[in-house]
């Protein structure tokens, strides 16, 4: 079997100082201070733009990323080195490190954060601060007994795994051997504002299913990149999502006459490599204030210390072609439209059909853009239920 394949739907073993781990949910590792799980290939990064040091970093962040072992041990300390992002002045996200056993969370505890790396906002320079010893990460409650434990990391975090210790001798679980779901899109997949990385929708709607999750959802990063559907394409699958629209229209990276080509050429790729699987195409959840309006996006600070998100390009350029957030909709639901009438494997599903108008009194978005984690977990449930339930787009019995 060839590593991608190990990787992606039967996860790696990875020897630690002190034991060996089955790691999930990555594409690829890079290894220097430790085994750092990344989500795009490496041999891709020499694709990234010379300005890339926020898409490499982003898909070095270890969201839906997780290590399982067998052990009686009740007592189990990983030692790790986090390294927090930043870009210019502004920290990103710590999140959690979660233990579950049989799917019961059996303890959680804050990152620590042991360097820093810092990246311009242009993307053409990256720096590691204050590189620290590594920490350890003590999860001291777990039942007695033998038992399957996985430890899902931070998903806001770079994560380098270095050992892993207990009373009890630990080694790599089997895999599940479940179907295997890969899901790419925006930093609304990427979900750093919830603080546990159980709390990331994808994996919340994985867990519903029965599926081993692969979430390639890139905070500002999700672009229609070759190398992503490259990616994509060679990596085992028995189903995928693609939920595409916010960051093209935030950074004004297509035009009412590109994106449509630009989406089929995407998948064109992804079906080198999945010529029958099927492919879930979603548009984007609702941005108040923001659909109508072309990008880019700015950033407002408010007087009480929140920030708003928002396009902030002239409405009068929608008529020169630009893309709105509202229009991209009616693109992306023509291209699986016209796709799906070839006879192809693809499904619509309207993104506000997961957050909507008709949802605003209920949920808020803090910052106008990104759910907050009661969010996340309706929208993980209720793509759950539109994809993979029983009369649903892709349902889960058809998966084997």
């Given at each position: 079997m060839?590593?991608t394949s190990?990787?992606?739907g039967?996860g790696?073993?990875?020897d630690?100082?002190g034991?060996?781990v089955?790691?999930?949910?990555h594409?690829?590792t890079s290894?220097?201070?430790g085994?750092?799980p990344?989500?795009?290939?490496t041999?891709a990064?020499?694709?990234?733009?010379?300005h890339?040091?926020?898409?490499?970093?982003?898909?070095m962040q270890?969201s839906?990323?997780?290590i399982?072992f067998?052990t009686?041990?009740?007592?189990?300390?990983?030692?790790?080195?986090?390294t927090?992002f930043?870009?210019?002045d502004?920290?990103?996200a710590r999140?959690?490190?979660v233990a579950e056993v049989?799917?019961?969370e059996v303890?959680?505890?804050e990152?620590?954060?042991?360097?820093?790396?810092?990246?311009s906002?242009?993307g053409?320079?990256?720096q590691?601060?204050?590189?620290s010893?590594?920490?350890e990460?003590l999860?001291?409650?777990?039942?007695?007994g033998?038992?399957?434990?996985v430890?899902w990391?931070?998903?806001?975090?770079?994560?380098?795994?270095i050992?892993?210790?207990?009373?009890?001798?630990?080694?790599?679980?089997?895999?599940?051997r479940r179907p295997?779901?890969?899901?790419h899109?925006?930093s609304?997949s990427h979900c750093v504002e919830t603080p546990?990385?159980?709390g990331?929708w994808?994996?919340i709607a994985a867990?519903e299913?029965g599926l081993?999750v692969?979430?390639?959802?890139?905070?500002g990063?999700?672009m229609?990149?070759?190398?992503?559907?490259?990616a994509?394409?060679?990596?085992?699958a028995?189903?995928?999502?693609?939920?595409?629209?916010?960051?093209m229209?935030?950074?004004?990276?297509?035009?009412?006459?590109?994106?449509?080509p630009?989406?089929h050429g995407?998948?064109d790729?992804?079906?080198?490599?999945?010529?029958?699987?099927?492919?879930?195409?979603?548009?984007s959840?609702?941005w108040?204030?923001?659909e109508d309006?072309?990008?880019?996006?700015?950033v407002?600070?408010?007087?009480?210390?929140?920030?708003?998100?928002?396009t902030?390009?002239?409405?009068?350029?929608v008529?020169k072609?630009?893309?709105t957030?509202?229009?991209?909709?009616?693109h992306?639901?023509?291209v699986?439209?016209v796709r799906a009438?070839a006879g192809?494997k693809?499904h619509?599903?309207?993104g506000l059909?997961?957050?909507g108008p008709q949802?605003?009194?209920r949920f808020t978005l803090p910052?106008s853009?990104h759910p907050?984690?009661?969010?996340?977990a309706?929208i993980?449930?209720r793509?759950a239920?539109?994809?993979?339930?029983?009369?649903?787009?892709?349902?889960?019995?058809?998966?084997?």
């Amino acid at each position: 079997m060839n590593p991608t394949s190990l990787r992606a739907g039967l996860g790696e073993v990875v020897d630690l100082d002190g034991g060996s781990v089955l790691l999930s949910g990555h594409l690829d590792t890079s290894r220097s201070s430790g085994v750092r799980p990344v989500r795009i290939p490496t041999a891709a990064w020499q694709k990234f733009p010379p300005h890339g040091e926020n898409l490499r970093a982003v898909t070095m962040q270890a969201s839906g990323v997780r290590i399982a072992f067998e052990t009686t041990s009740t007592r189990v300390t990983l030692r790790v080195r986090c390294t927090r992002f930043q870009v210019e002045d502004f920290l990103g996200a710590r999140n959690q490190f979660v233990a579950e056993v049989g799917e019961r969370e059996v303890g959680r505890v804050e990152s620590p954060v042991d360097a820093i790396l810092k990246v311009s906002l242009a993307g053409d320079r990256a720096q590691l601060l204050g590189a620290s010893e590594p920490s350890e990460i003590l999860f001291d409650a777990l039942p007695a007994g033998p038992k399957r434990v996985v430890i899902w990391l931070p998903q806001g975090m770079i994560i380098d795994l270095i050992g892993i210790r207990g009373d009890a001798t630990i080694s790599a679980a089997e895999p599940l051997r479940r179907p295997v779901w890969i899901h790419h899109g925006s930093s609304i997949s990427h979900c750093v504002e919830t603080p546990s990385p159980t709390g990331v929708w994808p994996v919340i709607a994985a867990k519903e299913a029965g599926l081993d999750v692969v979430n390639l959802g890139f905070g500002g990063q999700c672009m229609l990149d070759p190398f992503v559907a490259d990616a994509i394409a060679s990596t085992p699958a028995d189903v995928i999502s693609l939920k595409v629209g916010v960051n093209m229209v935030g950074a004004r990276s297509f035009d009412q006459r590109t994106f449509t080509p630009a989406l089929h050429g995407f998948i064109d790729r992804v079906r080198i490599g999945h010529p029958d699987t099927p492919i879930v195409l979603a548009s984007s959840i609702l941005w108040p204030g923001s659909e109508d309006t072309p990008g880019p996006s700015d950033v407002e600070f408010l007087r009480d210390g929140s920030l708003r998100c928002f396009t902030a390009g002239a409405k009068e350029d929608v008529l020169k072609g630009a893309l709105t957030l509202q229009e991209s909709r009616h693109h992306v639901a023509h291209v699986a439209g016209v796709r799906a009438a070839a006879g192809e494997k693809i499904h619509y599903l309207e993104g506000l059909s997961l957050y909507g108008p008709q949802d605003t009194k209920r949920f808020t978005l803090p910052d106008s853009l990104h759910p907050d984690a009661e969010l996340y977990a309706e929208i993980g449930q209720r793509f759950a239920h539109a994809v993979f339930g029983e009369g649903g787009l892709v349902p889960r019995h058809t998966l084997g």
